[in-house]
Each structure stands twice: as C-alpha cells, then as structure tokens.
C-alpha cells in the first residue's frame, strides 16, 4: 500500500511562476523525501527532512513538514521549463523502508 | 563515485515465460530495494534487503517473484511465469544507512505480451 499521497495530481503554470505540491501520510516517520523522475528516467533525490525539522531549502526548493497533520509540501519558485517532470514524496519509516506516493505531474510552458 | 547500475535496460517476453533483472548497487551500500512502477503510478516496494537479509518482502507476489542478494552486493529479481500485468518498469535502488536518501538506477523496462 502507498503511504503518501500527493495534491495536485497535475499541476501545469508558465515559466517563472511558483510550483506548490503536497503531500500527507499516514504513520509515523523517520523522514520524509522529494524525488524527482523525468519521463522514462530513473527517480532523482531533491531533499530530505527530517522528523525533527520543520522546514528545509535548497536553492529554488522549499520543503515543509508539519508532524501534527502528518503532511508536507514542495515549493519550487521561480519555475523554469526544465523542470517538468513528475514529483514524488517519500516517507521513510522503521527499518529504512521507503514508501512513495502516486506522484504529482508538474509542465511549466514556456 | 559510480551509480546504482542495472541491466538490462529493456526487456520484452511472451506471458509465461521468465525473465530476470539485475542490480549493482553503490559500493559500501547496505540497503537496497527493488520497486515496481506501473505506468503513471508511484513506484511501490517489492523487496528490502538489509546486507543480505530481507527486511520487508510483504508486497512481493511470493507465488512468482522471487529476488536474492548473494554476499550482500548484488541482487536479481526473478519473474516466474510473467502475467501481461507484470509489464511495468523495474526500479534498484540503494542507500548507505539509515535517514539517508536512496540512490536510484536507471530501471529495467519489461513488457509482456
């Protein structure tokens, strides 16, 4: 069974604007991750929060976690056409098993 | 450092045959997972291994899937006959410890006819 699930299932904006996806689950969890898969590609890591975190950037990313609605969201701002692809979180729990969603589809048109 | 590598990249068989699929983790990795992904849905956990042990099989169709981690490095995934609905693509990936990300290889495509 998937853990997460994420919203909107596809997102489609133009260059430039801000992408926002999210993600809830349903246990407990060591830490949640973003990944990245471009069509008919292997998944890319983005970012990785932990547990204890509330909130965590990498250059054009922002990831939230809040523990108490079991939820989380992805912005990326400043959207560019190379970013298109599908996004997925997820929740690693006990034993390091990593449980993905079904993913959100993101175009930016240029 | 080299990435998580697998072969073959593509693979087409007719329903009822069997095939296998293989993985070369990153070196010094001690977890590694297989995943299934059908078409526009997420990828979903066949098998861990932890070294060489399994540390969750519960989604791995037993009756014909079988997978294996000889001395704790590299792993195949067997299919035992194929069913059309195995078509999907088969993702390896590993990590170094726990709260740390998984590296992903490029994925087998099967197609079953």
């Known amino acids: 069974s998937q853990q997460g699930e994420e919203d909107p299932q596809a997102l489609s904006i133009q260059e430039g604007e801000n992408a926002t996806m999210n993600c809830s689950y349903k246990?407990?969890?060591?830490?949640l991750q973003w990944y990245r898969q471009n069509s008919g590609r292997g998944l890319v890591h983005l970012i990785l929060i932990r547990s204890n975190e509330r909130e965590k950037h990498s250059g054009r990313l922002r990831v939230t976690l809040d523990t108490s609605k079991k939820s989380s969201s992805l912005l990326i701002t400043a959207s560019r056409a190379a970013d298109t692809a599908s996004y997925f979180c997820?929740?690693?729990?006990?034993?390091?098993?990593?449980?993905f969603g079904e993913g959100t589809q993101l175009t930016v048109n240029p | 450092e080299a990435g998580v590598a697998q072969s073959p990249r593509y693979k087409i068989i007719e329903k009822r045959q069997s095939v296998a699929f293989w993985c070369n983790p990153i070196s010094g990795h001690a977890t590694l997972y297989w995943y299934q992904q059908i078409l526009g849905q997420g990828p979903k956990l066949l098998i861990q291994?932890?070294?060489?042990?399994?540390?969750?099989d519960s989604q791995l169709p037993k009756d014909r899937f079988s997978a294996e981690r000889l001395k704790g490095v590299d792993s195949t995934l067997k299919i035992q006959p194929a069913k059309l609905e195995d078509s999907a693509v088969y993702l390896c990936?590993?990590?170094?410890?726990?709260?740390?990300?998984?590296?992903f290889g490029q994925g087998t495509r099967l197609t079953v006819v």
């Open positions: 997820a929740t690693e729990t006990s034993g390091s098993r990593l449980t």
């Open positions: 246990t407990s969890i060591n830490n």
């Open positions: 990936a590993s990590s170094s410890e726990i709260d740390t990300e998984a590296f």
């Open positions: 291994f932890q070294n060489n042990g399994v540390v969750d």
